[in-house]
Structure formats: structure tokens, C-alpha cells
């Protein structure tokens, strides 16, 4: 079986909001890179920036790679890019490893890793954890699932990219704890905002809200880092798609289902999260799911920095 050479040679499809960064902190780690996009102005983006080999398919990035990685919108983009008409799959040599970085649908996973086995590839699920800012750093939470060859062949290449790289187990459980964790991050940002919102009508100010939750046992990663950030600052702009929040809260009740879980608040997030998704329409940044809680409030959070209560 082919293994990779010290320094092997990697490829990267899907240039977005989270690609980008993270291809190139691949070529900060002097890895050769080549990538490629289904937006031609993305690859002209990348390769400007970082040097990395612009190629204009799927197919022709994996003939370049020891390890092809993915970090697409979903597990149907994957599945086209390396089943469908770009075939990238045909093109990789046996003995290769498929990083696949999205945040994708376990069982899915699944059935990929098995064609992909039955033609000598491992294929790993590797979702991250982190946001655009902690890609741009190199400093990524990363989450690895499948098998050991397959870890040991790409870990200095997910150590460019992550600080933290967690085995999860066998192939596909890395996709499902992504999922697990956008349910949390979800239902932590949701419950927040409704707390500032209740607070806010009762006369307190939500900035200073932000100030005592982030000191007390409230705190979340949303009250720390998103609230006054894109919150109340109204900028609506921390680089992770609502339509991207929606799918993984599908992916989490989807394993719920099959594993036979109750999980009605979990069900009641993903409701409320898809109605914000209807209500506001697609391609919002997910941090405008507070001006749905608005809208049912019948309020906008405002960031004075009022003090007391008025009741
Ligand atoms: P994005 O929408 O910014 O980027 C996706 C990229 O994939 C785009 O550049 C798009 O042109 C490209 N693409 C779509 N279809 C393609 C195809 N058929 N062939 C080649 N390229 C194609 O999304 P993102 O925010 O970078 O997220 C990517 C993945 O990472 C998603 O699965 C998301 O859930 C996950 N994720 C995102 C964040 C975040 O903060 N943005 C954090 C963790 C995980």
C-alpha cells in the first residue's frame, strides 16, 4: 500500500469562509498545496494570498494529492465532488487519505469511507470547531474519526491547521460530535438572547447583562464571544452560515433519531433555528437568529449601558 511520503503533497476543495484560512495555514506548514473551488474568484483569492497551485477540478486536485481534503457546504457537495461527474475519487492514488473537514452526515460518512475503502483510500471525518478567527490562527478544535493509519498519515497536516486534534473513535463519530456540539452552541446562543431580551423589557441593559453572565455560571462561548460582538453591535457578521447552523441541527436530531433518544428541547431548537431560517431567508450570518427572538419579542436589544432596574 502507498504511504505518504514526509511531506506529502495535499489538496484542498472548497475555498470558503472556513478554507480559505485553513488552506492557508497548510502552505504556512510548507505543505505543497493545490485547490480548487466551484467559484473561480475564490481560487484566484486563495492562490494570491497564500501561493497554493490553482487547478480547475476536483478531479485534477486529487492526481495531485497524498491527502484530499474536503471542506464543503454539506455531505451532498461531497458526495458530488468525489462520486458524481467530477469523480474526484477515480483520480486519487491507491493508499491515499480523504480528510473530510465538513461538517457532514455520519452515516453518510459512512457509505463514502466504504467505496472509498474498496478502492485502497481511507477516508477520516476531521470537522472543526472554532469559527473563521481560530481557522485564520491555525488554533481550530478538530475532531478525528476513522482509522489509526489513516490519523497517523495526516496528523501534522491537521496540526497546521488545529491546537486541539481530539480522536472521536471509528469513522463517522467525528461528524456526529460536530453536530452534538453546534446543539449545544445552538441552544446556548438561542436561550441567551431570550434572557437578554426578558432582561431588556424588565429594564436591565444587555451589554451589562453580556458583562455579568461572562463572570457568573450563565457564560457560553455565545455570551463571550458573539453577543457584543455581532450581536448588539449589530453587525451580524461572524462567518458561520444560519443555513450552515440549520443543516448540523438537522445532522444532530437525525442521530437522535436513529439512536432512538427523546430530545424534545433539542426538537424545539432545531425548530426555532429553521423558522429564524424561514422568516429572515437564506444566506444570513447565524448570529441573525437573534432578530428572529426580536421580532417574537416585539423588541430590538439596544447597547446602552443603562443600569438598574426600571421595575
Ligand atoms: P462557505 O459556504 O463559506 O464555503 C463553502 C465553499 O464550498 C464555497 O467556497 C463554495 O463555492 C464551495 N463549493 C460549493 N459547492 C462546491 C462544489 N461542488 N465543488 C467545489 N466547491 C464547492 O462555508 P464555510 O463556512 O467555509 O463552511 C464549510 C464547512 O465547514 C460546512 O460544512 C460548515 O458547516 C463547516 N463549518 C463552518 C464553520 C464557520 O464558522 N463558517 C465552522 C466550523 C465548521
Not at 181 to 195: P, R
Amino acid at each position: 500500500m502507498h504511504t505518504p511520503s514526509p511531506s506529502p503533497s495535499i489538496g484542498f476543495i472548497g475555498l470558503g469562509a472556513m478554507g480559505h484560512p485553513m488552506a492557508a495555514r497548510i502552505v504556512s506548514g510548507r505543505y505543497s498545496l493545490a485547490v480548487t473551488d466551484a467559484d473561480p474568484a475564490r481560487i484566484a483569492e486563495c492562490v494570491q494570498e497564500t501561493g497554493a497551485t490553482a487547478c480547475s477540478s476536483p478531479a485534477e486536485v486529487a492526481a495531485r494529492s497524498d491527502i484530499l481534503i474536503t471542506m464543503l457546504p454539506s455531505s451532498a457537495v461531497v458526495k458530488t465532488v468525489l462520486f458524481g461527474s467530477d469523480d474526484a475519487l477515480a483520480h486519487l492514488k491507491h493508499g491515499a487519505v480523504i480528510l473530510e473537514m465538513s461538517s457532514g452526515v455520519p452515516n453518510m460518512t459512512r457509505e463514502f469511507a466504504q467505496l472509498a475503502a474498496e478502492r485502497s483510500i481511507l477516508m477520516m471525518d476531521a470537522p472543526v470547531s472554532g469559527g473563521v478567527a481560530r481557522a485564520r490562527s491555525g488554533e481550530l478544535a478538530i475532531m478525528v474519526g476513522g482509522p489509526d493509519e489513516g490519523f497517523s498519515n495526516s496528523k501534522p497536516v491537521l496540526q497546521a491547521m488545529g491546537s486541539s486534534i481530539i480522536r472521536t473513535g471509528s469513522i463517522g463519530t467525528a461528524h456526529a460530535m460536530k453536530a452534538l456540539n453546534n446543539l449545544v452552541s445552538a441552544g446556548g446562543f438561542l436561550i441567551g438572547i431570550e434572557a437578554l431580551l426578558i432582561g431588556q423589557k424588565f429594564g436591565l441593559d444587555p451589554s451589562l447583562m453580556v458583562d455579568v453572565l461572562n463572570v457568573s455560571t450563565g457564560m457560553n462561548n455565545s455570551t463571550q464571544k458573539k453577543f457584543k460582538q455581532f450581536v448588539l453591535s449589530r453587525r451580524f457578521d461572524a462567518g458561520f452560515g444560519l443555513d450552515l447552523m440549520v443543516k448540523d441541527l438537522g445532522i444532530a436530531l437525525g442521530v437522535a433519531n436513529a439512536t432512538d433518544t427523546p430530545v424534545p428541547f433539542a426538537g424545539l431548537c432545531l425548530d426555532l433555528w429553521a423558522s429564524a431560517q424561514k422568516v429572515l431567508g437564506r444566506g444570513q450570518d447565524h448570529t441573525a437568529v437573534a432578530r428572529f427572538a426580536e421580532l417574537l419579542a416585539g423588541i430590538e436589544l439596544n447597547d446602552e449601558q443603562s443600569t438598574g432596574a426600571k421595575a
